[in-house]
């Protein structure tokens, strides 16, 4: 069942959404060779804190970060861990938040590099 939003609960789940786009712009600018996969969730979880959010995908199902990395040839949901981000990579970010009790989730992809943006012009989306 679909339930219509009222003008209010419209505008928290917006609000929500901008700080998931806004921290995801945040984290995405410190992904650079050398970070591991856990400090780029972490960074992520620390700016959910200062914001008053929190990760909705923190516990789902026992998943263990708070944002979902996925690096080159993993498609989605990737878990956080000591992978350090290498020059040529391409990687994914998907970052949700809980703020004012909705969720704003968003995800983008980074190339690494300049190798790495040459390999994403030639991928075809269907």
């Not at 901008?18 to 400090?39: M, T, Y």
């Not at 990687?91 to 004012?100: M, N, P, Q, R």
Request: charged letters at 25%; one cysteine or more; proline letters at 3%.
């Amino acid at each position: 069942m679909i339930s219509i939003k009222t003008d209010k609960e419209a505008a928290a789940i917006r609000r929500s959404c901008v700080l998931a786009a806004n921290l995801l712009q945040q984290v995405v600018k410190r992904i650079e060779p050398g970070i591991s996969l856990r400090e780029i969730d972490a960074l992520a979880a620390k700016l959910m804190k200062e914001h008053g959010a929190r990760s909705p995908f923190l516990g789902y199902r026992g998943f263990p970060g708070h944002t979902c990395i996925s690096v080159n040839e993993e498609v989605v949901h990737g878990t956080p861990r000591d992978r350090k981000v290498q020059y040529g990579d391409i990687v994914s970010v998907d970052l949700g938040v809980i703020y004012e009790c909705w969720v704003g989730d968003t995800a983008t992809t980074v190339a690494i590099g300049m190798a790495a943006l040459a390999c994403l012009k030639k991928v075809r989306l269907v």
